[in-house]
T-cell receptor, first 117, second 115 residues
Framework: SQQGEEDPQALSIQEGENATMNCSYK?????LQWYRQNSGRGLVHLIL?????REKHSGRLRVTLDTSKKSSSLLITASRAADTASYFCATDSSSVAGGTSYGKLTFGQGTILTVHP | DADVTQTPRNRITKTGKRIMLECSQT?????MYWYRQDPGLGLRLIYY???????NKGEISDGYSVSRQAQAKFSLSLESAIPNQTALYFC??????????????FGPGTRLTVL
């Protein structure tokens, strides 16, 4: 079963608007990651937030994490047509040994973002 | 990103055939993973390997086998392909020694169709 559930499944916005995607998960995590996938291609890592962090920024991306609610959100500000893609959250709930997790990720089903020029 | 390559990129085969998908990486990473992606679903982990001598089953390993021939090579086999194994298959790598050790780097994918 999927650890991460994403909402919405699809999002359509105009260029310049902000896009917010949400991810909920079920078990405790070491970290949560967001990936982007252009149609039919491999996933590209966007950002990682650790379980002891609440917010993280990278360029136009802002990720928040609420471990009490087991949820995360990805905000893309000032969206561009080139941001059109599928976005996936992935949780790392694997065991930790020697301070390093086993790095097994469980992916959500993704949000399809379409940004219209 | 050409650091993780997959061959073939597309494959059409028939039910009952044996198929091997290959993954090679030049990133020097110890950890490698095989996922499958079905329409409307996220990626599901088939097998993962933390080094040449360590191979583990993932969430959906039934019907699949793997071989880690070297640090750089990780192959996925379908011993007797069936139509519900039609999917997009991805190989990924990660480096536990790096500061971003949880980040996974993905290959371009192999689209497999089983008729």
């Amino acid at each position: 079963s999927q650890q991460g559930e994403e909402d919405p499944q699809a999002l359509s916005i105009q260029e310049g608007e902000n896009a917010t995607m949400n991810c909920s998960y079920k078990t405790s995590i070491n970290n949560l990651q967001w990936y982007r996938q252009n149609s039919g291609r491999g996933l590209v890592h966007l950002i990682l937030i650790r379980s002891n962090e609440r917010e993280k920024h990278s360029g136009r991306l802002r990720v928040t994490l609420d471990t009490s609610k087991k949820s995360s959100s990805l905000l893309i500000t000032a969206s561009r047509a080139a941001d059109t893609a599928s976005y996936f959250c992935a949780t790392d709930s694997s065991s930790v040994a020697g301070g390093t997790s086993y790095g097994k990720l469980t992916f959500g089903q993704g949000t399809i973002l379409t940004v219209h020029p | 990103d050409a650091d993780v390559t997959q061959t073939p990129r597309n494959r059409i085969t028939k039910t009952g055939k044996r198929i091997m998908l290959e993954c090679s990486q030049t990133k020097g990473h110890d950890r490698m993973y095989w996922y499958r992606q079905d329409p409307g679903l996220g990626l599901r982990l088939i097998y993962y390997s933390f080094d040449v001598k360590d191979i583990n089953k993932g969430e959906i390993s039934d019907g699949y086998s793997v071989s880690r021939q070297a640090q750089a090579k990780f192959s996925l086999s379908l011993e007797s392909a069936i139509p519900n194994q039609t999917a997009l298959y991805f190989c990924a790598t990660s480096d536990p020694r790096s500061s971003s050790y949880n980040e996974q780097f993905f290959g371009p994918g192999t689209r497999l169709t089983v008729l």
